[in-house]
């Protein structure tokens, strides 16, 4: 058994013997208390029933074959929701916070039991499988760099995950605006919205940028907000983030992209030190859009508990702006369709904060799942509305 501070083990019997291997998971999951081996031979619905009992898989197989597995069990998990939800007449279908609090159970369920099937790593991070793709390098760029003699253990689904990250990391994503691309790094949230980077791209710059030249960016992620401030022509610009990982991600694009001389990135918790830094004439922040706990580390930029950031960012806005100076809010409304906060409750943060809104731009944001009829939140997401909201100081 690992003891407090060591690293997280997973134990297995395998021909009578007992085996254990460093446990592995970015999404911060516990290891499974029981574990069978399993392999080529195991069926879809044997592999679900035990991974529905709480039963993790570590394969033995051929990769391939635990790829087509994964499948299988998924839509058996698509199959079990649906047949749940078409044997629930009583009470009337959810709405509001209730329907995304059930979706959100649902989701866990899913990634739960789909995470039961697990493989195995040899100590240089290569799957110990049959027919195995390379994955060293996707693997290093989530964990960090492999500990010698030390074998892993982790779940295929966040394997996929961590891979199809590394390819949006080795290709990019094309910014139209940029005219170039931005590389993110696994568990760094990705600009494939493009409506709130085209704001930052055209909203009125202020005018006290010609007499104090410096913008705030405030929570980073990739960077890609600060490096389009940057191609605007803002002459300095602080980008700041309190996770090493964003911190890393931003820098190495701000480099790749040739903007090092007008922005730094520095570690902050929301704003950077006046001290150090001074005051700004413009400060943008795209904070988290949904004020719920997070169920993994993965999904802080997206969930915001209890809409600390948003709380912490409008609270610290006038005692970083210059005098003239102004601040682009980007939020969606999605939270407010949801029913976990009401326009109102928006309000009265920015007054209470003594902030004005000077202007307010609006846009329907476009992405497949807002066409998606089947999606639990459809009508939500159909009509939800990303603003940047430009608020100054009284």
Same mark, same amino acid.
């Given at each position: 058994?690992?003891?407090? &501070?060591?690293?997280?083990? *997973?134990?297995?019997?395998?021909?009578?013997?007992?085996? @254990?291997?460093?446990?592995?998971?970015?999404?911060?999951?516990?290891?499974?208390?029981?574990?069978?081996?399993?392999?080529?031979?195991?069926?879809?619905?044997?592999?679900?029933?035990?991974?529905?009992?709480?039963?993790?898989?570590?394969?033995?197989?051929?990769?391939?074959?635990?790829?087509?597995?994964?499948?299988?069990?998924?839509?058996?998990?698509?199959?079990?929701?649906?047949?749940?939800?078409?044997?629930?007449?009583?009470?009337?279908?959810?709405?509001?916070?209730?329907?995304?609090?059930?979706?959100?159970?649902?989701?866990?369920?899913?990634?739960?039991?789909?995470?039961?099937?697990?493989?195995?790593?040899?100590?240089?991070?290569?799957?110990?499988?049959?027919?195995?793709?390379?994955?060293?390098?996707? @693997?290093?760029?989530?964990?960090?760099?492999?500990?010698?003699?030390?074998?892993?253990?982790?779940?295929?689904?966040?394997?996929?995950?961590?891979?199809?990250?590394?390819?949006?990391?080795?290709?990019?994503?094309?910014?139209?605006?940029? =005219?170039?691309? *931005?590389?993110?790094?696994? =568990?760094?949230?990705?600009?494939?919205?493009?409506?709130?980077?085209?704001?930052?791209?055209?909203?009125?710059?202020?005018?006290?940028?010609?007499?104090?030249?410096?913008?705030?960016? /405030? &929570?980073? =992620?990739?960077?890609?907000?600060?490096?389009?401030?940057?191609?605007?022509?803002?002459?300095?610009?602080?980008?700041?983030?309190?996770?090493?990982?964003?911190?890393? @991600?931003?820098?190495? #694009?701000?480099?790749?992209?040739?903007?090092? %001389?007008?922005?730094?990135?520095?570690?902050?918790?929301?704003?950077?030190?006046?001290?150090?830094?001074?005051?700004?004439?413009?400060?943008?922040? #795209?904070?988290?859009?949904?004020?719920?706990?997070?169920?993994?580390?993965?999904?802080?930029?997206?969930?915001?508990?209890?809409?600390?950031?948003?709380?912490?960012?409008?609270?610290?806005?006038?005692?970083?702006?210059?005098?003239?100076?102004?601040?682009?809010? *980007?939020?969606?409304? /999605?939270?407010?369709?949801? &029913?976990?906060?009401?326009?109102?409750?928006?309000?009265?943060?920015?007054?209470?904060? =003594?902030?004005?809104?000077?202007?307010?731009?609006?846009?329907?944001?476009?992405? %497949?799942?807002?066409?998606?009829? &089947?999606?639990?939140?459809?009508?939500?997401?159909?009509?939800? *509305?990303?603003?940047?909201?430009?608020?100054?100081?009284?």
């Amino acid at each position: 058994m690992s003891t407090a &501070g060591a690293a997280p083990l *997973i134990h297995w019997l395998d021909l009578g013997m007992e085996h @254990c291997a460093r446990w592995r998971s970015a999404r911060g999951l516990t290891a499974p208390r029981r574990v069978m081996v399993a392999g080529d031979t195991m069926k879809a619905d044997t592999a679900w029933h035990h991974a529905c009992e709480g039963t993790a898989l570590l394969w033995r197989g051929d990769y391939q074959n635990a790829r087509q597995l994964l499948s299988a069990m998924a839509r058996r998990a698509d199959q079990s929701q649906a047949h749940r939800a078409g044997q629930r007449k009583q009470p009337p279908a959810p709405t509001g916070a209730d329907a995304f609090n059930r979706y959100r159970m649902a989701q866990a369920q899913r990634a739960r039991t789909l995470g039961m099937l697990l493989v195995p790593f040899r100590n240089d991070f290569s799957l110990a499988l049959t027919r195995a793709q390379d994955v060293r390098e996707a @693997c290093a760029e989530a964990w960090g760099a492999p500990v010698s003699g030390e074998t892993s253990v982790a779940s295929l689904r966040e394997l996929l995950g961590i891979i199809g990250a590394h390819e949006w990391r080795r290709k990019g994503i094309e910014v139209p605006v940029l =005219g170039a691309r *931005i590389h993110p790094r696994y =568990g760094v949230f990705a600009p494939v919205r493009s409506e709130y980077i085209d704001f930052v791209a055209t909203a009125p710059l202020p005018a006290a940028l010609s007499v104090a030249p410096v913008a705030f960016d /405030i &929570g980073t =992620g990739t960077g890609v907000l600060a490096a389009v401030l940057a191609k605007r022509g803002v002459p300095r610009i602080v980008a700041t983030d309190q996770d090493a990982n964003a911190l890393a @991600c931003a820098r190495e #694009n701000i480099a790749r992209l040739g903007l090092g %001389a007008q922005v730094e990135v520095v570690e902050a918790d929301l704003f950077p030190a006046v001290s150090t830094h001074g005051k700004a004439a413009l400060i943008v922040c #795209n904070p988290p859009w949904i004020p719920a706990r997070p169920g993994s580390p993965l999904e802080r930029a997206v969930y915001d508990p209890e809409g600390r950031m948003l709380r912490g960012f409008l609270g610290g806005l006038a005692a970083h702006l210059v005098p003239g100076g102004e601040s682009w809010l *980007i939020l969606s409304d /999605i939270a407010e369709r949801l &029913g976990l906060r009401t326009r109102e409750d928006l309000q009265a943060l920015i007054d209470g904060a =003594g902030l004005v809104v000077i202007a307010r731009m609006d846009t329907h944001p476009v992405h %497949a799942r807002a066409a998606d009829a &089947g999606d639990p939140l459809h009508a939500a997401r159909r009509d939800e *509305i990303t603003s940047l909201w430009r608020l100054a100081a009284r």
